[in-house]
C-alpha cells in the first residue's frame, strides 16, 4: 500500500472536480511535523495561481469534493492553503494487518514489469578492484536488489575493462612470466603484475615492440594472444567473483559483458556515423562534434570515436554498448553506477546515440553518478604510504575489528556462531556506511563510526532486529499464529505503525531515484520507534492478552521490515548477536 499515491489520487480527483485541469499536481508529502498531520498537499497554492483563485478558497473546495473518510479522520486548511491530512488509526491498523499478512509486504509491484540494465561494479583486467568500484559494486547491487524485489526483469550488466592496448604489454609480460617460472606463476596480485608490466614496456624497448605487435594480433583474432588474454580475464573475474561472494553482491561470472564483446560491432559504428555526417574525419582521427559541448573557444567540442592508428576508444565502446542494450536486451531503463568523473563522457556518449538514432529518446539512460571514498584527513582514501587500499585488505581489517568487537560484547556465542555474526556486522558495517550517505557526495571511510552500535549504522540495525527477535524467543510465541487485531492505543505505537506502512513509498522512490541511502534512513527511523515503543509500551507484560497480541503483531512487521530492507541493501542479518 503506498499511502502517498493513494493520497495523490484522492487529492487530484477532488482538485479537479473544484476546477482545476487533469494534471494538477496535489504535491503529498508526509508531513514534517504531528501537528501538520501526518501528510500535506502543498500542491493548492500553485494550482490556485493557475486559476487566478485565492488559494484558501480553492482548498475549501477541494476539501467539499474531497472522498476520504475512510482513511481519515481529520483534514484541516493550514497556513496559506496546504491541506493537513490525519490518517485514521484503524485504517494505519488495516494496512500493517495486509502487510503482515502478504508476501511482499503489500508493497506495490509496477503493472507492467520493465527490462532494466544495471551497468556496475566493472573493474579492469589484471588490475585489483579499488575504492571506485566497491562503491559501485555496492550501490548498484543494492539498486538490482529492489528492482529485483518489485519483479522487474534486471538485466546485471558488468562492463568489466577487458578489451585494450593495454593487453599487448599484459600478454608479453604473461609470457615471459610463464617462460621464466613455468606453471609456479603468482598472479594473486594483480596490481604488482600490472605493474612490472608496464615497468617493462616503459623501460625494454624489445618487450615494447612484442607487446604491440601482440596487441594488434590480439585484435586480429590470433588464437594464441586471444588465449593469453583469457588467461588473464579469467584469474581476473574468478578473484572478482570470490569478492562479490564475500561482499554479499549478487554478480557472478554470467553477468560480464565486457568490452570486448562490443568490439565487433565497433568498425562499423564508425562507418555508419561517418554516413550520416555526425562523424568527421579530423587531423587523422574520426571525431564527432557535438554543438551542445563548448570547449574554452567556444566551439563545439569534439568526441573521438578512432584514433589516428585506428585504435578505437571509451566512447566508442560505449556508444556500441548503448545500442546493444536497446537491440538486443530491449531495455527499457539503463542505469550506470560510475564515479561523478564520468558524467561528461556518458552525456556525450548518449548525444551520439540519439543524434544516430540507435536508441530512442523513450529508453531512459541515467547516471547514478557518485562522489569519492576519502580518508578521515578528507582526502582521497589511500594507504599510510599513498597506496591504493585493496579491497580484500580492507574487508580483512573490517574483520578483524568487527571480531574484537563481538566477541567484547557477548563473549558467550560460540564459535560457529560468532563468525557468522563477525561476517554479517563486517561486510555489513563496510557497506552500510557507503549506503547510508548520499550517492552523490564524497563520503569520509571512517572505522569508528561504521563500526558503533549506535546511530545510523549496520551493526545498530542488525542488533534492533535481533531485539526484536528476542521478544519472540523468549515468550516462546509463534509469529504466524497471533490470533487478534492491532490496536493503536498510544502514541508510540501509532508513530511505529504509521511509518511501517511507509515502506512503500520508500521502495518506490528507491526504485526510481536509486538511492539506497533513502531506504537506510528508513529503516534507522525503524528501529529507532521500534526501540521507544518498545521502552514504553510493555509487550509481553501488556494489560491484557487482546494488547499483547497487538503489540506483537507491530514486532513482528518490524522484524519483517527491517529484514526485507536489510536484504534490499545486501546485508545479512543474524538471530541473536
Ligand atoms: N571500467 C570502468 C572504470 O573502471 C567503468 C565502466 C563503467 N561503465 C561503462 N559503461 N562505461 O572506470
Request: proline share 2%; charged share 25%; with cysteine.
Given at each position: 500500500?503506498?499511502?502517498?499515491?493513494?493520497?495523490?489520487?484522492?487529492?487530484?480527483?477532488?482538485?479537479?472536480?473544484?476546477?482545476?485541469?487533469?494534471?494538477?499536481?496535489?504535491?503529498?508529502?508526509?508531513?514534517?511535523?504531528?501537528?501538520?498531520?501526518?501528510?500535506?498537499?502543498?500542491?493548492?497554492?500553485?494550482?490556485?495561481?493557475?486559476?487566478?483563485?485565492?488559494?484558501?478558497?480553492?482548498?475549501?473546495?477541494?476539501?467539499?469534493?474531497?472522498?476520504?473518510?475512510?482513511?481519515?479522520?481529520?483534514?484541516?486548511?493550514?497556513?496559506?492553503?496546504?491541506?493537513?491530512?490525519?490518517?485514521?488509526?484503524?485504517?494505519?491498523?488495516?494496512?500493517?494487518?495486509?502487510?503482515?499478512?502478504?508476501?511482499?509486504?503489500?508493497?506495490?509491484?509496477?503493472?507492467?514489469?520493465?527490462?532494466?540494465?544495471?551497468?556496475?561494479?566493472?573493474?579492469?583486467?589484471?588490475?585489483?578492484?579499488?575504492?571506485?568500484?566497491?562503491?559501485?559494486?555496492?550501490?548498484?547491487?543494492?539498486?538490482?536488489?529492489?528492482?529485483?524485489?518489485?519483479?522487474?526483469?534486471?538485466?546485471?550488466?558488468?562492463?568489466?575493462?577487458?578489451?585494450?592496448?593495454?593487453?599487448?604489454?599484459?600478454?608479453?609480460?604473461?609470457?615471459?612470466?610463464?617462460?621464466?617460472?613455468?606453471?609456479?606463476?603468482?598472479?594473486?596480485?594483480?596490481?604488482?603484475?600490472?605493474?612490472?608490466?608496464?615497468?617493462?614496456?616503459?623501460?625494454?624497448?624489445?618487450?615494447?615492440?612484442?607487446?604491440?605487435?601482440?596487441?594488434?594480433?590480439?585484435?586480429?583474432?590470433?588464437?594464441?594472444?586471444?588465449?593469453?588474454?583469457?588467461?588473464?580475464?579469467?584469474?581476473?573475474?574468478?578473484?572478482?567473483?570470490?569478492?562479490?561472494?564475500?561482499?554479499?553482491?549478487?554478480?557472478?561470472?554470467?553477468?560480464?559483458?565486457?568490452?570486448?564483446?562490443?568490439?565487433?560491432?565497433?568498425?562499423?559504428?564508425?562507418?555508419?556515423?561517418?554516413?550520416?555526417?555526425?562523424?568527421?574525419?579530423?587531423?587523422?582521427?574520426?571525431?564527432?562534434?557535438?554543438?551542445?559541448?563548448?570547449?574554452?573557444?567556444?566551439?563545439?567540442?569534439?568526441?573521438?570515436?578512432?584514433?589516428?592508428?585506428?585504435?578505437?576508444?571509451?566512447?566508442?565502446?560505449?556508444?556500441?554498448?548503448?545500442?546493444?542494450?536497446?537491440?538486443?536486451?530491449?531495455?527499457?531503463?539503463?542505469?550506470?553506477?560510475?564515479?561523478?568523473?564520468?558524467?561528461?563522457?556518458?552525456?556525450?556518449?548518449?548525444?551520439?546515440?540519439?543524434?544516430?538514432?540507435?536508441?530512442?529518446?523513450?529508453?531512459?539512460?541515467?547516471?547514478?553518478?557518485?562522489?569519492?571514498?576519502?580518508?578521515?584527513?578528507?582526502?582521497?582514501?589511500?594507504?599510510?604510504?599513498?597506496?591504493?587500499?585493496?579491497?580484500?585488505?580492507?574487508?580483512?581489517?573490517?574483520?578483524?575489528?568487527?571480531?574484537?568487537?563481538?566477541?567484547?560484547?557477548?563473549?558467550?556465542?560460540?564459535?560457529?556462531?560468532?563468525?557468522?555474526?563477525?561476517?554479517?556486522?563486517?561486510?555489513?558495517?563496510?557497506?552500510?556506511?557507503?549506503?547510508?550517505?548520499?550517492?552523490?557526495?564524497?563520503?569520509?571511510?571512517?572505522?569508528?563510526?561504521?563500526?558503533?552500535?549506535?546511530?545510523?549504522?549496520a551493526p545498530y540495525l542488525q542488533y534492533a532486529y535481533t531485539r526484536v527477535l528476542s521478544v519472540f524467543k523468549k515468550s516462546n510465541i509463534n509469529e504466524d499464529n497471533l490470533d487478534g487485531h492491532i490496536d493503536l492505543g498510544t502514541e508510540k505505537e501509532r508513530a511505529l505503525a504509521i511509518r511501517l506502512n511507509q515502506f512503500d513509498e520508500t521502495i518506490t522512490t528507491v526504485a526510481a531515484e536509486g538511492t539506497p541511502h533513502v531506504l537506510c534512513a528508513y529503516l534507522y527511523d525503524i528501529a529507532t520507534l521500534f526501540?521507544?515503543?518498545?521502552?514504553?509500551?510493555?509487550?509481553?507484560?501488556?494489560?491484557?492478552?487482546?494488547?499483547?497480541?497487538?503489540?506483537?503483531?507491530?514486532?513482528?512487521?518490524?522484524?519483517?521490515?527491517?529484514?526485507?530492507?536489510?536484504?534490499?541493501?545486501?546485508?545479512?542479518?543474524?538471530?541473536?548477536?
Open positions: 500500500m503506498n499511502i502517498q499515491q493513494l493520497l495523490t489520487q484522492r487529492v487530484s480527483q477532488a482538485m479537479i472536480m473544484a476546477g482545476a485541469d487533469k494534471n494538477c499536481d496535489a504535491l503529498i508529502k508526509q508531513s514534517a511535523k504531528v501537528q501538520f498531520g501526518d501528510y500535506q498537499a502543498n500542491g493548492i497554492m500553485a494550482t490556485a495561481k493557475k486559476l487566478g483563485m485565492p488559494p484558501r478558497a480553492l482548498a475549501e473546495k477541494v476539501l467539499q469534493h474531497l472522498d476520504i473518510e475512510d482513511i481519515a479522520d481529520k483534514v484541516e486548511i493550514a497556513g496559506p492553503g496546504f491541506i493537513n491530512i490525519f490518517l485514521k488509526n484503524s485504517w494505519i491498523a488495516e494496512q500493517n494487518e495486509v502487510a503482515l499478512s502478504s508476501d511482499k509486504l503489500n508493497i506495490t509491484l509496477p503493472a507492467k514489469p520493465q527490462t532494466i540494465v544495471v551497468d556496475y561494479s566493472a573493474p579492469n583486467v589484471a588490475k585489483e578492484m579499488h575504492v571506485g568500484h566497491l562503491r559501485s559494486t555496492i550501490i548498484g547491487d543494492a539498486s538490482v536488489r529492489v528492482l529485483n524485489f518489485l519483479g522487474h526483469n534486471v538485466i546485471r550488466a558488468n562492463h568489466v575493462g577487458d578489451w585494450g592496448t593495454q593487453f599487448g604489454m599484459l600478454i608479453a609480460y604473461l609470457e615471459k612470466m610463464q617462460n621464466e617460472q613455468a606453471n609456479d606463476m603468482d598472479l594473486s596480485d594483480l596490481e604488482s603484475f600490472y605493474r612490472a608490466a608496464k615497468k617493462h614496456y616503459d623501460e625494454d624497448e624489445v618487450f615494447a615492440e612484442k607487446a604491440r605487435n601482440y596487441v594488434v594480433k590480439l585484435q586480429g583474432g590470433d588464437e594464441y594472444c586471444r588465449d593469453m588474454w583469457r588467461k588473464l580475464v579469467d584469474i581476473t573475474m574468478t578473484q572478482n567473483i570470490a569478492t562479490y561472494k564475500r561482499l554479499n553482491v549478487t554478480l557472478s561470472l554470467e553477468d560480464t559483458m565486457g568490452e570486448s564483446i562490443y568490439n565487433s560491432m565497433l568498425p562499423g559504428i564508425v562507418a555508419d556515423l561517418k554516413q550520416k555526417k555526425l562523424a568527421v574525419e579530423s587531423e587523422g582521427a574520426i571525431v564527432v562534434f557535438l554543438d551542445e559541448y563548448k570547449n574554452k573557444e567556444g566551439e563545439p567540442m569534439g568526441v573521438i570515436i578512432q584514433k589516428r592508428d585506428g585504435g578505437y576508444l571509451y566512447a566508442t565502446t560505449d556508444i556500441a554498448c548503448a545500442k546493444y542494450r536497446y537491440e538486443t536486451l530491449h531495455a527499457d531503463r539503463i542505469l550506470y553506477y560510475t564515479d561523478s568523473r564520468q558524467h561528461q563522457h556518458l552525456e556525450q556518449v548518449w548525444a551520439i546515440v540519439h543524434k544516430a538514432k540507435y536508441v530512442p529518446e523513450s529508453l531512459k539512460l541515467e547516471h547514478h553518478m557518485f562522489g569519492m571514498m576519502l580518508g578521515k584527513d578528507g582526502k582521497p582514501f589511500k594507504t599510510r604510504s599513498g597506496d591504493t587500499v585493496k579491497l580484500n585488505d580492507l574487508l580483512d581489517e573490517a574483520t578483524e575489528r568487527a571480531a574484537t568487537l563481538i566477541k567484547s560484547k557477548n563473549p558467550d556465542l560460540s564459535d560457529a556462531e560468532l563468525a557468522q555474526v563477525v561476517d554479517a556486522v563486517a561486510i555489513g558495517a563496510v557497506k552500510y556506511a557507503d549506503l547510508s550517505k548520499n550517492r552523490t557526495t564524497d563520503y569520509v571511510f571512517d572505522w569508528d563510526n561504521m563500526l558503533s552500535f549506535e546511530g545510523n549504522t526501540s521507544s515503543f518498545y521502552e514504553h509500551c510493555p509487550i509481553l507484560a501488556a494489560e491484557n492478552e487482546s494488547l499483547k497480541v497487538s503489540r506483537l503483531k507491530l514486532a513482528s512487521l518490524t522484524a519483517k521490515t527491517l529484514k526485507t530492507g536489510l536484504d534490499m541493501l545486501g546485508i545479512k542479518t543474524v538471530d541473536k548477536m
